[in-house]
């Protein structure tokens, strides 16, 4: 087996014992011959070294076998060798402290940064773009960790004992995710790059503007956004006036008759017509758009009925869904002409009374988004009866893949209702809930002891986030505070007052509360013992958001973290903390949010209404899923999981394969298989290709669709899944 080492740089490097021989001798050479180590001690330390290495399940970092050096150095009772060692390591930690960017930029400019290079798997890190966001990255990277927080926070979030969500953009101060305000904009005008944007006069061409806002805003920020197809629909009215105008102008330049039937006919297939011109401008412009992060616009769309008032708007708002999802079902092509899964726009479809049965006056909506997810994987699914239930009586989108804003008295709109669009996140701090558990040792009233010194540094983990927004000028991102898409200040106005009062939210992230029970009772938390203690645990982080929102009047919310890169990171630290624990640690991922783990063998439903329990103690963001196998030919049961949704749980997606083999033509499951060095790689079943600049795989990661592969943690974890139907 092929040992491997992941430099500092991110980089991953074959392990050579000649190294650690060489590190040793150096050290020995420091001292009189009366202290030093022959060199049979010191083949036998990297000897055993190796062997150490060759146990662990993943790659080691450097920082693991230095420590591995010096207890072996004082195993052989080498002391003065050893002290030699700690002070070499200690200077050469100095200078790297100096300037901690520099190896990881030059790592990634030649492609060498292995941890970077597939921490999203939405960007490619090959192209220009995404290197120049990555660099920047890299340096507000070191700002943050070396002179923006405190020690102790930094020194945590190393350890894997929290994580401080994209310290990469912390130096910028910039927020994390949003529903833009697209109604605002479209019907009362905006600003793109300093040029008046007045209210369109044609479907077609507010589409058009939504892309270009798409685009702006998610230059200016870093998390996901949403806008809602409601605030489209009534352009189509606009659209169809002016096409029978001018319908009804040209036949009577040319004498035909005024039938209104003819008229209304020609005028309809003219309006169809510039629907689908509208969406295909949406569909394509965000998916070929390249933002200043190097990648498309992290958007999602929502398409809920109830957001317009019955009668045309409605009709029309259906007819817009229905283009959506024939557009998107449909696919896009790649370079080679090959009909595939876009990763975005993601899709929510709202489930409601007036579409959930076939005597639903919208059912054939329902059935043509059951299409689309079968061949898809999208749309994801809300219940507007579950979350009525959850969310005082509203329904409204998350912004980006999960997270959800708050229910505020404060904020409202100018009819009287609760005010969702244009409102934001601040951003995230998660808690390594499998830490506590270990650091505990399995005893309950350690536990809570060290959850709640956990807890109060994520608390000011997040104050950090908070205070490093304030002060922030509009003039920073005039498309978000001036203009329209969060807020119409004014120049020079800082944003202050939009991060108090229920405006934005700030999150508390949580991870792992399947490999917490795990280590705390010996069990999954789907046993029913282990489950009333997971319970506990999320009423917990509940009760201390309240806390803090009651003293700060800042809106912290519970926030079930969509970990990506992350996920690996913290199975790596725990392995290192506390070695290898069947169940709990003994994987390269850990479990997100509250997921049933997913190797656990659950059916369905049986998971969807259980994880349900744990979603309505997520309010700040959540979503469960359903690993099934291809459903194109079986409708009839994806609609079956979605009835099952409306019933019981608020948010909801299915996780289906949409693969493609270049060299091939296969047109299915790309799988996963381990290579002669232990590395996951995928392959195509058909020819054995496992080259991945040839295929072409599409899957869900945290909430939303990866397809530009991922670290082997998150592989790992997208091997073991089973499937649920």
């Known amino acids: 087996m092929l040992l491997k080492v992941i430099k500092r740089n991110g980089e991953e490097v074959p392990f050579e014992i000649s190294k650690i021989q060489n590190a040793i001798t150096k050290a020995n050479n420091e001292i009189s011959k009366l202290h030093q180590l022959n060199r049979y001690q010191i083949d036998a330390i990297a000897d055993t070294i190796e062997k150490q290495l060759l146990e662990l399940p993943h790659a080691a970092n450097v920082e693991d076998i230095q420590d591995m050096v010096e207890k072996g150095i004082m195993e052989m009772r080498g002391y003065e060798v050893a002290q030699k060692y700690v002070r070499y390591r200690f200077r050469r930690e100095l200078a790297r402290k100096a300037n901690t960017t520099d190896n990881g930029i030059l790592a990634l400019i030649d492609r060498m940064n292995e941890e970077v290079k597939q921490e999203n798997s939405n960007k490619n890190p090959v192209i220009n773009s995404t290197q120049r966001d990555y660099m920047a990255g890299e340096v507000s990277k070191d700002l943050t960790m070396r002179l923006l927080l405190p020690e102790d926070v930094v020194q945590s979030h190393r350890e894997g004992i929290i994580h401080f969500h994209d310290s990469d953009y912390f130096a910028q101060r910039e927020h994390n995710c949003d529903l833009i305000d697209l109604e605002d904009m479209l019907q009362n005008g905006t600003v793109i790059s300093e040029t008046m944007i007045e209210k369109p006069h044609s479907f077609y061409t507010a589409c058009n503007i939504t892309t270009q806002i798409v685009a702006q805003v998610a230059s200016n920020q870093y998390g996901g956004q ?47 017509d510039e629907i689908t011109r509208g969406i295909q401008t949406i569909q394509y412009q965000l998916i070929t758009l390249m933002t200043c992060n190097g990648q498309a616009p992290f958007v999602t769309v929502f398409m809920y009925l109830d957001e317009v008032p019955e009668g045309q708007t409605r ?138 010194e956990r807890l109060e540094l994520c608390h000011r983990a997040l104050r950090c986030r908070h205070e490093r927004l304030l002060g922030t000028p509009s003039d920073v991102a005039p498309i978000l505070w001036q203009n329209g898409a969060l807020a119409r200040l004014e120049k020079g106005e800082k944003i202050d007052r939009l991060l108090y009062n229920g405006y934005s939210t700030i999150s508390l992230g949580y991870a792992g509360l399947c490999e917490m029970t795990m280590r705390m009772m010996g069990k999954p938390h789907t046993d029913p013992e282990a489950k009333e203690f997971a319970l506990k645990v999320m009423q917990h982080l509940n009760d201390r958001c309240a806390q803090w929102k009651a003293a700060e009047n800042i809106s912290y919310s519970v926030y079930g973290t969509p970990m990506e890169s992350t996920t690996y990171r913290f199975a790596k630290c725990l392995q290192k903390r506390f070695g290898i624990i069947p169940g709990v640690t003994d994987k390269n991922y850990i479990t997100n949010s509250y997921h049933v783990h997913v190797s656990e063998q659950i059916d369905a439903f049986t998971k969807l209404k259980f994880e349900s329990e744990f979603q309505r103690l997520s309010p700040g963001g959540a979503i469960s899923y359903v690993e099934v196998p291809n459903m194109q030919h079986n409708i009839p049961a994806v609609l079956s999981v979605m009835q099952f949704i409306y019933d019981n749980i608020m948010y909801a997606e299915l996780n289906t394969k949409s693969d493609y083999c270049e060299c091939c033509g296969f047109d299915g499951e790309i799988l996963i298989k381990e290579d002669a060095s232990g590395k996951l790689v995928w392959e195509c079943p058909n020819c054995g290709n496992r080259d991945q600049n040839k295929l072409t795989v599409a899957r869900r990661t945290c909430g939303y669709i990866g397809t530009q592969f991922w670290n082997q943690g998150r592989t790992q974890e997208i091997r073991d899944r089973v499937l649920h139907l």
């Open 226 to 272: 949403t806008f809602t197809l409601s605030h489209l629909a009534p352009f189509v009215e606009i659209s169809r006036k002016k096409i029978r105008e001018n319908t009804v102008k040209l036949r009577k330049e040319l004498n035909e008759a005024l039938d209104d039937r003819i008229i209304d006919r020609i005028t309809e297939e003219q309006l169809k």
């Open 315 to 452: 009709r029309d708002l259906a007819m817009i869904i229905e283009e959506v999802l024939r557009q998107r079902m449909q696919g896009v092509k790649n370079q080679n002409g090959v009909w595939i899964t876009p990763a975005f726009p993601k899709l929510i479809y709202v489930l409601d009374e007036d579409n959930i049965t076939p005597e639903s006056p919208y059912w054939y909506l329902t059935e043509l988004a059951a299409q689309c997810t079968a061949k898809r994987m999208v749309p994801d699914y809300i219940s507007a009866k579950v979350m009525k239930e959850l969310k005082r009586g509203d329904v409204y989108p998350c912004m980006g893949c999960r997270s959800f804003l708050t229910v505020e008295d404060s904020q409202q709109t100018n009819d009287g209702h609760h005010k969702f669009y244009g409102r934001f996140n601040q951003g995230v701090v998660t808690i390594n809930l499998v830490d506590a558990a270990c650091s505990s040792e399995g005893d309950i009233d350690k536990f809570w002891q060290i959850l709640d």
